[in-house]
């Protein structure tokens, strides 16, 4: 029973986790990839900022690794689903402009 109470409230969390992104999408769109992902940083440095184990640095910062190396691997999986969710129908006709089947 622990476990569906988990999986449910991981559900819920993912639930709520892309409803935000949904949000911030569109205050993306249409800026250069370099702005992007200037603001993509500043966002990940504040989320590791509030990070902190209280009056130790080493394990705060030991933490924050642990947490950006997650995030680092989660975005790698996510990388060939958005791929083709968000960006390959975008391009629909353009491999075929460029000949070159990408």
Not at 28 to 57: E, M, R, S, T
Not at 67 to 78: A, D, I, K, P, S
Not at 88 to 99: D, F, I, S, T
Request: aromatic share 6%; glycine share 6%.
């Amino acid at each position: 029973m622990k476990n569906t109470v988990d999986m449910e409230k991981a559900d819920r969390k993912s639930v709520v986790a892309l409803r935000i992104a949904e949000k911030a999408r569109p205050l993306f769109a249409g800026h250069p990839p370099d702005i992007q992902g200037a603001a993509i940083c500043d966002l990940i440095a504040i989320y590791l900022a509030g990070h902190i184990v209280p009056k130790n640095p080493e394990q705060t910062a030991k933490a924050r690794e642990v947490v950006l190396q997650t995030m680092v691997r989660t975005v790698r999986e996510l990388i060939p689903y958005m791929e083709q969710v968000y960006i390959k129908p975008k391009l629909e006709g353009w491999n075929e402009q460029r000949g070159d089947g990408w």
